[in-house]
């Protein structure tokens, strides 16, 4: 059993940042993948970004990418999305997910992907 809680969500205004993390439980954190995804009120869930095992690949889906930065640090089994440049329709509830069945690094963007998540951290954005 993996756990995941996400934490940082918070108001921001419109062009702000805001970093969220999320804890994970787990003898071999270090062999997940990791993702982050968001839904809004009445939206499906969407894939925002993931990372490999080692943090070495990344990937981000085409309204992040160049603003969003996805990290982790292993020793602390967390794992980081720093996002820049908010705007007002990226308000939702962020979720970290965790692949815990993990072979070669290959993109992760559906919710299929993931066997746990977090319970969701808050992001609003105002303006």
């Known amino acids: 059993q993996v756990q995941l809680v996400e934490s940082g969500g918070g108001l921001v205004q419109a062009g702000g940042s805001l970093r969220l993390s999320c804890a994970a439980s787990g003898r071999t954190f270090s062999s997940y993948h990791m993702g982050w995804f968001r839904q809004a009120p009445g939206k499906e869930r969407e894939f925002v970004a993931g990372?490999?095992?080692?943090?070495?690949?990344?990937d981000y889906s085409d309204s992040v990418k160049g603003r969003f930065t996805i990290s982790r640090d292993n020793a602390k089994n967390t794992v980081y999305l720093q996002m820049n440049s908010l705007k007002p329709e990226e308000t939702a509830f962020y979720y970290c997910?965790?692949?815990?069945?993990?072979?070669?690094?290959?993109?992760?963007?559906?919710?299929?992907?993931?066997?746990?998540w977090g319970q969701g951290t808050q992001v609003t954005v105002s303006s």
């Open positions: 990372i490999s095992d080692s943090g070495v690949n990344t």
């Open positions: 997910a965790a692949d815990h069945d993990t072979g070669a690094w290959y993109n992760r963007r559906t919710l299929y992907a993931y066997n746990y």
